[in-house]
């Protein structure tokens, strides 16, 4: 952001702060977004409820969550690809995580 000179007038320095203010504004909704799906995220996974978690720890949980999930339903297709039980459990809790939530 360039430096603000003697030579400025007041319209300039009040555009300038209206920038600057709009800005602030958008990046607060934006983070304001990404803690409320962190947050989804964490109510989604298992763990004790008295544990404050931090969004790093929700999406490290997160990861390893879904990677198990991920684990156990290739091994029920590859044991079993008729288990219709089993056979849609990661493609529903994904959908549900990135398309629903």
Not at 61 to 85: H, M, P, S, V, W
Request: proline share 4%; glycine share 6%; charged share 30%.
């Amino acid at each position: 952001m360039p430096e603000m000179t003697e030579h400025e007038t007041p319209t300039k320095k009040q555009h300038r702060k209206k920038n600057r203010e709009t800005h602030n504004a958008v990046e607060r909704h934006r983070k304001k977004k990404i803690n409320a799906g962190i947050n989804r995220i964490g109510e989604l996974i298992p763990c004790s409820p008295a544990l404050k978690q931090s969004k790093n720890m929700i999406l490290d949980q997160a990861f390893k969550y879904i990677t198990e999930l991920k684990r156990q339903n290739d091994e029920l297709l590859l044991n079993g690809g008729n288990n219709e039980q089993g056979k849609g459990k990661l493609i529903d809790i994904c959908y549900y995580l990135f398309v629903i939530g």
